[in-house]
């Protein structure tokens, strides 16, 4: 039996659910973004650059819960270099359509929500 979102017994509410702890991770605008970036495996580096403004801290954490999620996968590489590569496995690659979504929704509103920032604001 399937029950409706809107239910006052539906378990998702509840404060140990665990997609609480999943939506907080995903909903993240770093985990978004590092996401986003993986379109193709990069390297440590290579994410930090493309991703403007995080700390080298923060981008290891998200990448870190992203890992443990099953969303990103990281290879370390053999080689006379240590080299570590991350890449979306099946499961972070599910999460493009929706972010892609979110994302084109965010663009197309961006300028009605700045409107309503700005007159929220004079107040």
């Not at 440590?44 to 819960?65: D, E, M, S």
């Not at 443990?68 to 099946?90: D, H, I, K």
Request: charged content about 25%.
């Amino acid at each position: 039996m399937k029950l409706s979102p809107f239910a006052d017994s539906d378990p998702v509410y509840r404060a140990d659910c665990p997609s609480r702890v999943i939506l907080d991770q995903i909903a993240d605008k770093w985990s978004m973004m590092v996401l986003a970036v993986l379109a193709e495996p990069r390297r440590f580096n290579a994410i930090k650059r493309r991703l403007n403004g995080v700390t080298q801290r923060v981008l290891t954490q998200t990448l870190r819960k992203l890992e443990r999620n099953g969303m990103v996968s990281r290879t370390v590489g053999t080689g006379r270099v240590l080299s570590v590569e991350y890449s979306r496995p099946p499961l972070g690659h599910s999460l493009q359509e929706p972010f892609s979504v979110l994302f084109d929704w965010t663009i197309a509103n961006m300028p009605t929500i700045l409107e309503h920032q700005r007159r929220y604001d004079e107040q």
